[in-house]
Protein backbone atom coordinates (compact mmCIF):
# COMPACT_ATOMS: atom_id res chain seq x y z
CA UNK A 1 0.00 0.00 0.00
CA UNK A 2 1.79 3.01 -1.32
CA UNK A 3 -1.26 5.58 -0.44
CA UNK A 4 -1.57 8.82 1.54
CA UNK A 5 -4.84 9.57 2.60
CA UNK A 6 -6.34 13.33 3.59
CA UNK A 7 -9.37 14.37 4.34
CA UNK A 8 -11.55 15.97 4.06
CA UNK A 9 -11.47 16.83 0.59
CA UNK A 10 -12.59 19.89 0.40
CA UNK A 11 -13.08 22.61 3.71
CA UNK A 12 -14.85 26.17 3.59
CA UNK A 13 -14.41 27.61 6.78
CA UNK A 14 -14.87 31.20 8.45
CA UNK A 15 -12.34 33.02 9.91
CA UNK A 16 -13.54 32.18 13.31
CA UNK A 17 -14.10 28.58 12.92
CA UNK A 18 -11.94 26.18 14.38
CA UNK A 19 -11.22 23.21 11.74
CA UNK A 20 -8.47 20.11 11.27
CA UNK A 21 -7.19 18.44 8.75
CA UNK A 22 -5.74 15.02 8.77
CA UNK A 23 -3.44 12.69 7.10
CA UNK A 24 -2.54 9.38 7.02
CA UNK A 25 -0.23 6.48 6.16
CA UNK A 26 0.39 3.19 6.10
CA UNK A 27 3.60 2.51 4.54
CA UNK A 28 5.68 2.54 7.81
CA UNK A 29 7.16 6.07 6.83
CA UNK A 30 8.44 7.83 9.67
CA UNK A 31 8.53 11.21 8.10
CA UNK A 32 5.68 13.30 7.45
CA UNK A 33 5.12 17.25 5.86
CA UNK A 34 2.47 19.57 5.45
CA UNK A 35 3.17 21.84 2.75
CA UNK A 36 0.60 24.81 1.17
CA UNK A 37 -0.04 24.99 -2.18
CA UNK A 38 -1.58 28.39 -3.84
CA UNK A 39 -2.92 28.31 -7.63
CA UNK A 40 0.05 28.18 -10.25
CA UNK A 41 2.30 28.15 -8.03
CA UNK A 42 4.67 25.15 -5.98
CA UNK A 43 4.04 23.42 -2.72
CA UNK A 44 5.37 25.22 0.17
CA UNK A 45 6.79 23.51 3.26
CA UNK A 46 5.00 23.93 6.29
CA UNK A 47 6.09 21.63 8.66
CA UNK A 48 8.16 17.95 8.59
CA UNK A 49 7.66 15.60 11.20
CA UNK A 50 10.52 12.86 11.92
CA UNK A 51 9.94 10.07 14.14
CA UNK A 52 6.83 11.66 15.50
CA UNK A 53 8.45 14.74 16.78
CA UNK A 54 7.82 18.42 14.84
CA UNK A 55 11.77 19.12 13.38
CA UNK A 56 11.13 21.74 11.14
CA UNK A 57 8.87 24.22 11.27
CA UNK A 58 9.00 26.57 8.30
CA UNK A 59 8.50 30.03 10.67
CA UNK A 60 4.53 29.32 9.86
CA UNK A 61 2.04 31.47 11.73
CA UNK A 62 0.71 29.85 14.76
CA UNK A 63 -2.87 29.80 13.80
CA UNK A 64 -1.93 27.06 12.31
CA UNK A 65 -1.11 23.88 14.58
CA UNK A 66 0.44 21.03 13.61
CA UNK A 67 0.20 17.57 15.13
CA UNK A 68 1.35 13.88 15.08
CA UNK A 69 -0.35 11.38 17.36
CA UNK A 70 1.38 8.56 15.82
CA UNK A 71 3.66 7.26 13.55
CA UNK A 72 0.76 6.89 10.98
CA UNK A 73 -1.16 9.82 11.39
CA UNK A 74 -0.49 13.69 11.08
CA UNK A 75 -3.06 16.87 11.94
CA UNK A 76 -3.62 20.19 11.57
CA UNK A 77 -5.55 22.45 13.37
CA UNK A 78 -6.59 25.46 11.95
CA UNK A 79 -8.09 28.69 13.93
CA UNK A 80 -8.73 32.19 12.93
CA UNK A 81 -7.56 31.56 9.76
CA UNK A 82 -7.57 34.69 6.87
CA UNK A 83 -9.10 34.74 3.38
CA UNK A 84 -5.11 34.29 1.85
CA UNK A 85 -4.65 31.13 3.46
CA UNK A 86 -7.11 29.64 1.03
CA UNK A 87 -5.07 26.76 -0.88
CA UNK A 88 -4.47 23.51 -1.42
CA UNK A 89 -2.92 21.50 1.65
CA UNK A 90 -0.77 18.58 1.12
CA UNK A 91 0.69 16.06 3.05
CA UNK A 92 3.67 14.01 2.44
CA UNK A 93 5.70 11.00 3.45
CA UNK A 94 8.58 9.48 2.75
CA UNK A 95 10.60 6.46 4.78
CA UNK A 96 13.34 8.22 6.60
CA UNK A 97 13.37 11.89 7.26
CA UNK A 98 16.34 12.66 4.34
CA UNK A 99 16.53 14.03 1.07
CA UNK A 100 17.25 10.92 -0.29
CA UNK A 101 13.92 9.54 0.04
CA UNK A 102 11.42 9.48 -1.99
CA UNK A 103 8.34 11.53 -0.84
CA UNK A 104 4.44 10.03 -1.62
CA UNK A 105 1.89 12.77 -1.85
CA UNK A 106 -1.53 12.70 -0.92
CA UNK A 107 -4.89 14.25 -2.78
CA UNK A 108 -4.92 16.89 -0.94
CA UNK A 109 -7.57 19.07 1.32
CA UNK A 110 -8.70 22.05 -1.21
CA UNK A 111 -9.66 24.96 1.75
CA UNK A 112 -11.67 28.05 1.54
CA UNK A 113 -11.85 30.68 4.09
CA UNK A 114 -14.26 33.29 3.95
CA UNK B 1 19.90 28.41 0.68
CA UNK B 2 19.00 26.38 -2.16
CA UNK B 3 16.94 27.05 -4.85
CA UNK B 4 15.62 25.37 -7.44
CA UNK B 5 14.33 27.02 -11.21
CA UNK B 6 12.97 25.86 -14.30
CA UNK B 7 12.21 27.00 -17.54
CA UNK B 8 10.30 27.35 -19.62
CA UNK B 9 7.74 28.59 -16.71
CA UNK B 10 5.00 27.71 -19.80
CA UNK B 11 5.13 25.60 -22.95
CA UNK B 12 2.93 25.35 -25.87
CA UNK B 13 3.26 22.60 -27.78
CA UNK B 14 1.86 20.85 -31.13
CA UNK B 15 1.71 16.98 -30.84
CA UNK B 16 4.85 14.88 -32.43
CA UNK B 17 6.85 17.62 -31.25
CA UNK B 18 10.14 17.13 -29.14
CA UNK B 19 10.77 19.81 -26.33
CA UNK B 20 12.88 19.52 -23.15
CA UNK B 21 12.64 21.48 -19.64
CA UNK B 22 15.19 22.68 -18.01
CA UNK B 23 16.04 22.71 -13.80
CA UNK B 24 18.60 24.06 -12.46
CA UNK B 25 19.38 24.49 -8.34
CA UNK B 26 21.57 26.58 -6.52
CA UNK B 27 23.47 24.21 -4.20
CA UNK B 28 24.36 20.44 -3.78
CA UNK B 29 21.38 17.77 -3.42
CA UNK B 30 20.92 14.63 -2.05
CA UNK B 31 18.93 13.49 -4.64
CA UNK B 32 16.47 15.03 -8.21
CA UNK B 33 12.78 14.64 -8.04
CA UNK B 34 10.33 15.33 -11.05
CA UNK B 35 7.02 15.37 -10.48
CA UNK B 36 3.19 15.55 -12.70
CA UNK B 37 0.20 17.76 -11.36
CA UNK B 38 -2.87 17.84 -13.07
CA UNK B 39 -5.39 21.10 -12.48
CA UNK B 40 -6.87 20.63 -8.77
CA UNK B 41 -4.54 17.20 -8.34
CA UNK B 42 -1.71 16.41 -6.19
CA UNK B 43 1.50 15.60 -7.10
CA UNK B 44 2.85 12.05 -8.69
CA UNK B 45 6.14 11.20 -8.70
CA UNK B 46 7.83 10.60 -12.59
CA UNK B 47 11.30 10.17 -11.70
CA UNK B 48 13.70 9.96 -8.76
CA UNK B 49 17.42 10.98 -10.26
CA UNK B 50 19.94 9.29 -8.19
CA UNK B 51 23.46 10.15 -8.88
CA UNK B 52 25.44 12.64 -11.43
CA UNK B 53 25.17 11.52 -15.12
CA UNK B 54 21.34 9.65 -13.82
CA UNK B 55 19.16 8.97 -17.10
CA UNK B 56 15.62 7.45 -16.42
CA UNK B 57 12.61 7.36 -18.73
CA UNK B 58 9.65 6.47 -18.61
CA UNK B 59 7.43 6.25 -22.15
CA UNK B 60 7.95 10.05 -23.79
CA UNK B 61 9.19 11.27 -20.63
CA UNK B 62 13.13 10.96 -19.83
CA UNK B 63 14.91 12.69 -17.28
CA UNK B 64 18.96 13.07 -16.80
CA UNK B 65 21.22 14.51 -14.17
CA UNK B 66 23.95 16.32 -14.07
CA UNK B 67 24.80 17.29 -10.49
CA UNK B 68 28.19 19.00 -11.76
CA UNK B 69 26.22 21.58 -13.72
CA UNK B 70 23.65 21.64 -11.28
CA UNK B 71 21.24 21.09 -13.48
CA UNK B 72 18.59 18.38 -14.31
CA UNK B 73 16.33 18.13 -17.61
CA UNK B 74 12.87 16.56 -18.14
CA UNK B 75 12.69 15.87 -22.51
CA UNK B 76 9.33 14.79 -24.01
CA UNK B 77 9.48 12.99 -27.05
CA UNK B 78 6.70 13.27 -29.76
CA UNK B 79 4.42 14.74 -27.48
CA UNK B 80 0.53 14.00 -27.05
CA UNK B 81 -2.22 15.72 -25.46
CA UNK B 82 -2.46 13.52 -22.57
CA UNK B 83 0.91 15.02 -21.45
CA UNK B 84 -0.72 18.38 -20.55
CA UNK B 85 0.22 19.10 -17.03
CA UNK B 86 2.11 21.21 -15.10
CA UNK B 87 5.69 19.93 -14.32
CA UNK B 88 7.74 20.86 -11.14
CA UNK B 89 11.22 19.29 -9.97
CA UNK B 90 12.25 19.30 -6.47
CA UNK B 91 15.95 19.50 -4.93
CA UNK B 92 17.26 18.36 -1.33
CA UNK B 93 19.46 20.87 0.67
CA UNK B 94 22.68 17.90 1.67
CA UNK B 95 21.69 17.00 5.08
CA UNK B 96 18.10 18.73 5.52
CA UNK B 97 14.52 17.12 5.05
CA UNK B 98 14.24 20.42 2.96
CA UNK B 99 12.41 19.49 -0.65
CA UNK B 100 12.56 22.63 -2.55
CA UNK B 101 10.60 22.79 -5.20
CA UNK B 102 11.16 24.89 -8.51
CA UNK B 103 8.56 27.08 -9.99
CA UNK B 104 7.07 24.75 -12.14
CA UNK B 105 6.58 24.45 -16.04
CA UNK B 106 3.11 24.51 -17.52
CA UNK B 107 3.00 22.15 -20.30
CA UNK B 108 0.18 22.64 -22.76
CA UNK B 109 -0.10 19.92 -25.91
CA UNK B 110 -2.12 20.98 -28.72
CA UNK B 111 -4.11 18.77 -31.22
Known amino acids: DTEVTQTPKHLVMGMTNKKSLKCEQHMGHRAMYWYKQKAKKPPELMFV???????INESVPSRFSPECPNSSLLNLHLHALQPEDSALYLCASSQEPAGTYEQYFGPGTRLTVT | ELKVEQNPLFLSMQEGKNYTIYCNYSTTSDRLYWYRQDPGKSLESLFV?????AVKQEGRLMASLDTKARLSTLHITAAVHDLSATYFC???????????FGTGTRLKVLA
Open chain 1, 49 to 55: YSYEKLS
Open chain 2, 90 to 100: AAVSSGTYKYI
Open chain 2, 49 to 53: LLSNG
